[in-house]
């Protein structure tokens, strides 16, 4: 029997799996998270029972295993798996305003959707918004967007010369909800915590 043991789940794959889920199937991050781990898991099981002997094998017994696993997986129709049906998550359109920040130490006012873990560091996507230009570096955003029911976002807001103001929210039935200082780091560790799928978001919002 063949077997092997993986050494650490693939964070970034798995955040882009389940994000994948998220606007595919309609599901929440939590659910989709829930469910790529469920395979994560099941995939390291299962090389562990199969495949512990690997690194024994010659690099031309490894080719061959390789050709012969892209083989069946090429000869297993497409729908042997079907997705399961999930119930659509609600997607909503949002007001924001940043009101008007000192850009000249902490930088412009924007706000961004959490999208996963990148090197360590929460995986952020910028959300384009107008910009509105005043005197000595003041800078206004301000504007509409779509967000699904559980997305969590953070912003930067107000704030003077000597002061940052940034928060994490999460879309709880078509608003806004505030629920961190993003400038925290235990707080900024409990949203990667949820990314992960270690804590859940009742857990992350309380």
Not at 174 to 197: C, H, P, Q, R
Request: aromatic share 8%.
């Amino acid at each position: 029997m063949l077997t092997v043991t993986t050494s650490a789940y693939n964070l970034s794959q798995i955040m882009n799996d389940a994000w994948a889920l998220v606007r595919q199937a309609g599901q929440t991050l939590s659910e989709a998270l829930r469910a790529v781990w469920a395979q994560a898991k099941a995939a390291v099981k299962k090389l562990n029972i199969d495949l512990s002997k690997i690194s024994e094998l010659s690099v031309t017994d490894l080719l061959s295993l390789r050709k012969a696993i892209d083989a069946e997986i090429g000869s297993r129709p497409a729908s042997e798996d079907p997705a399961p049906e999930v119930p659509n998550t609600p997607t909503y359109t949002l007001s924001w305003d940043s009101g008007v920040c000192d850009t000249r130490k902490h930088g412009k006012p924007y706000i961004a959707r959490i999208v996963g873990i990148a090197d360590n560091k929460l995986d952020r996507e910028f959300i384009g918004l107008p910009m509105s230009y005043g005197k000595k570096g003041a800078v206004q955003v301000a504007g509409t967007f779509t967000a699904k029911e559980g997305e969590i976002l953070e912003a930067r807001e107000g704030g003077s010369w000597k002061n940052e103001y940034r928060y994490f929210y999460v879309v709880r039935n078509g608003e806004l909800i505030n629920f961190a200082d993003a400038t925290e780091a235990s707080k900024k560790m409990d949203v990667m915590k949820y990314m992960m799928g270690a804590i859940s978001l009742e857990e992350l919002t309380k």
